[in-house]
């Protein structure tokens, strides 16, 4: 903590000698000086009482800054006493900030203790909550004051969905006209390739494939199938 420095500002004439033929409106000048250094000095005092508060200084910083308080308060009494005696000359003058409760404060050295109280007042804002007038007895609300008035059924007209697959339902599906011989399962041998060429080249449109074991060869019209049995039965095939 930095003690306060005496600036030129709070060096006040203490002396009471004025000038000769003072006009009122240099007493109220003069005064209003004096005033407002009064005022710096409080401010400066308050802020010092202000550091002591909440930073908790070291015991030498707490007592320097003490002693400073005490210089400020006795260099406003001397000037309180000077302001006393001076007493502005001109009739319901209000351009003075030091009124008869600062002249108080000051003098008395009240203020220092009046700024404490209200640090104090500022911290104990709320009082402590107390749960005695707290007790408050459960009520149970009935069902019909808890329910909520149904509202009045308003005549809607009915809601009507279009099915677009309604037509494909009504329409039956075509059937296939094209009736496919009876297929011929043949056991593969070693030269079933050869075999299943030349069937194809000798009947085109005949398909085959395997089907649990065997070759399925599906001929293209019943004449087709005839042939291929009558080939398979020259070539002396298993076949069903």
């Not at 070291?58 to 308080?69: F, S, W």
């Not at 599906?173 to 043949?186: D, G, H, Q, V, Y």
């Amino acid at each position: 903590m930095q003690a306060s420095k005496k600036t030129s500002d709070d060096k006040m004439d203490t002396s009471s000698h004025t000038p000769l033929q003072a006009s009122p409106s240099y007493h109220c000048r003069k005064m209003r000086r004096v005033e407002s250094a009064i005022l710096r000095r409080l401010a400066k005092s308050g802020h010092i009482k202000q550091l002591i508060n909440s930073t908790d200084p070291h015991p030498d910083e707490r007592r320097k800054a003490l002693n400073d308080l005490d210089v400020i308060r006795r260099e406003n009494d001397q000037l309180l006493q000077k302001i006393k005696g001076m007493g502005c000359s001109i009739p319901n003058c209000c351009l003075h900030n030091v009124n008869d409760e600062d002249y108080e404060k000051i003098s008395s050295g009240s203020e220092e203790e009046q700024s404490s109280s209200e640090e104090e007042s500022d911290q104990d804002i709320s009082p402590p909550a107390s749960t005695g007038n707290m007790e408050v007895e459960f009520q149970v609300v009935s069902p019909r004051k808890a329910a909520r008035r149904p509202s009045p059924a308003k005549n809607l007209p009915p809601v009507t969905t279009a099915n677009r697959f309604d037509k494909l339902n009504s329409t039956p599906a075509p059937r296939e006209t094209r009736e496919f011989p009876a297929s011929i399962n043949l056991k593969p041998r070693d030269n079933y390739s050869t075999l299943l060429k030349e069937i194809t080249e000798k009947f085109p449109g005949t398909t085959n494939k395997f089907l649990y074991g065997y070759i399925n060869i599906q001929a293209a019209s019943d004449e087709n199938r005839l042939q291929i049995v009558q080939l398979l039965t020259e070539k002396k095939e298993e076949f069903c």
